[in-house]
């Protein structure tokens, strides 16, 4: 299986072409879009571009302190954080957090695990890292190990339930105070998933749903939708 690439066009606003990025994360934060880092042709990237909603133009933000590609990231009082990753060909388990309104990044603690491609997902002021893959040799594994971040205390815990199994590029998304994977690339079996998992912190366990999507896959991307109720109407 090759490297998750989910591939983008990036203005280059000097020079004016159109260039690919890819395995970069992106997000909105307020009235911005943010695309953070990647790779490209030329190798590693640690630039950061923003695009403003209401006057409809890019410009380069503060970069990365390192160059990265294949990270995650998450959005959580008014900042971003980025977890893990690979730099210039090495995973990482770095853990940065930009301030826009300052516009500089900063170096919190380092996660206990060194992985990409993996979902970072934020609940109740909780950051929490889940699933992906590293590199042993030249054999990828699976990160089995779920952590929690407290930004208050920049710490990272590691819960005492890991996943029920591998899953790399899992798409996520957070509702009722439980995280849902999707789908997803287990390197210790060779497939692509095509299953559902959720975690709920207060039972400390993890569900395999009934209901699987259409076929198996990897890199798809979730959003929650609360859908408005249906009050019955009465003449």
Known sequence: ?????PASLDYNNTSQPWSPRASFYACRLDKHLYVIGGRNETGYLSSVECY??????????????QPLAAHAGAVHNGKIYISGGVHNGEYVQ????????MDVWARKQDM???RAIHALAVMN????????????????????????????GDQWNIL?????????????????????????YSWSMGAYKSSTICYSPEKASWTELEGDVAEPLAGPACATVILPACVPYNK
């Open 160 to 184: 005492q339930t890991p996943i029920l199994e591998g899953r790399s590029g899992p798409g996520c998304a957070v509702l009722d105070d439980r995280f849902y994977l999707v789908g997803g």
């Open 52 to 65: 403003n909603l209401e006057t409809n133009e890019w410009r380069y933000v503060s970069s990365l302190p």
């Open 112 to 114: 206990n695990t060194k």
């Open 94 to 101: 770095w853990l940065y957090c930009y301030d826009p309104v």
């Open 1 to 5: 299986m090759a490297t998750i690439m």
């Open 125 to 152: 002021d909780r950051l929490y890292a889940i699933g992906g893959n590293h590199l042993k040799g030249f054999s990828h594994l699976d990160v089995m190990l779920v952590e929690c971040y407290d930004p208050k």
